[in-house]
């Protein structure tokens, strides 16, 4: 397996611009999760799915992101309008339920200017 | 709310040394506890995983222990060696599916 999938590597838009962020999970796996990393707050869990479905979103900053995950296969992190504050590395990562240990991608870096 | 605090948050040793690296959580009602290195520039890769009902975990010249009860984990790495140069990085599920709960981290550095 080619490990959790996640697209672009390297973002940089400008303010005010729509971000998409994808993420293929392993497959196999039915929990989903979208961290947000930065030098002043570490790791935060953003958003997680169990099987499709949206079962945590408080972490999600405010209205401007929203995250899908139409199939097994593939989830999507937006932010619009995003905002230089947004700049981070954004990471993408999946378990299987029941044996918990989670695998990350290699990220997102998105730079907002 | 489950908080995950690693000490120290940084280390420099001389190769060859073993060292402890610490984690600590303030809710012991947790499903597991799992140890990732981060790389410069990287993502997460993950080392070990310990379930709440084992005490230990080891793999190579790594060993972790959970102490629920104390809400402690030791990550222990034997003869470090420069290429073991990273970020450590522990976290807490709180229950099955559930979200890991991420320590701040410790950036090791393993000098030649």
């Known amino acids: 397996d080619a490990g959790v999938i996640q697209s672009p590597r390297h973002e940089v838009t400008e303010m005010g611009q729509e971000v998409t962020l994808r993420c293929k999970p392993i497959s196999g796996h039915n929990s989903l999760f979208w961290y947000r990393q930065t030098m002043m707050r570490g790791l935060e869990l953003l958003i997680y799915?169990?099987?499709?479905?949206?079962?945590?979103d408080s972490g999600m900053p405010e209205d401007r992101f929203s995250a899908k995950m139409p199939n097994a296969s593939f989830s999507t992190l937006k932010i619009q309008p995003s905002e230089p504050r947004d700049s981070a590395v954004y990471f993408c990562?999946?378990?299987?339920?029941?044996?918990?240990?989670?695998?990350f991608g290699q990220g997102t870096r998105l730079t907002v200017v | 709310k489950q908080e995950v605090t690693q000490i120290p948050a940084a280390l420099s040793v001389p190769e060859g040394e073993n060292l402890v690296l610490n984690c600590s959580f303030t809710?012991?009602?947790?499903?597991?506890l799992q140890w990732f290195r981060q790389d410069p520039g990287k993502g997460l890769t993950s080392l070990l995983l310990?379930?709440?009902?084992?005490r230990e975990q080891t793999s190579g010249r790594l060993n972790a222990s959970l102490d629920k009860s104390s809400g402690r984990s030791t990550l222990y790495i034997a003869a470090s060696q420069p290429g073991d140069s990273a970020t450590y990085l522990c976290a807490v599920k709180a229950n099955q599916g559930g979200k890991l709960i991420f320590g701040q981290g410790t950036e090791l550095s393993v000098k030649p």
């Open positions: 310990i379930q709440s009902s084992q």
């Open positions: 990562a999946s378990s299987l339920a029941g044996t918990t240990e989670a695998f």
């Open positions: 809710d012991s009602a947790i499903y597991n």
């Open positions: 799915f169990n099987n499709n479905v949206p079962i945590d």
